[in-house]
């Protein structure tokens, strides 16, 4: 997933990006992934207009949670 981020210039919408999910149990942990990744402000997540869909957009601190790989690299570090 961090991969389709990284990538993407623009935004992902998050119904897309869940639906990507091949079960239940993933879907859970990407769930969880984005809540961390939103803590982290690697991600922001914004409405298009009101009551419209939800995307996922890179937030000011994406450089700096992730590394070249797309691992998120300060997690690893909060949870030791």
Known sequence: RTQILASAESTVNLIQFFEACP????????????????????????????????????GKSFDVAFDENGTL????????
């Open 73 to 80: 690299r300060m997690v690893d570090e909060e949870y030791k």
């Open 23 to 58: 079960s239940r149990h993933a879907m859970i942990v990407a769930f969880l992934a984005v809540l961390e990744m939103v803590k982290l402000q690697a991600v922001l997540l914004a409405e298009e207009k009101p009551f419209g869909g939800i995307v996922v957009k890179k």
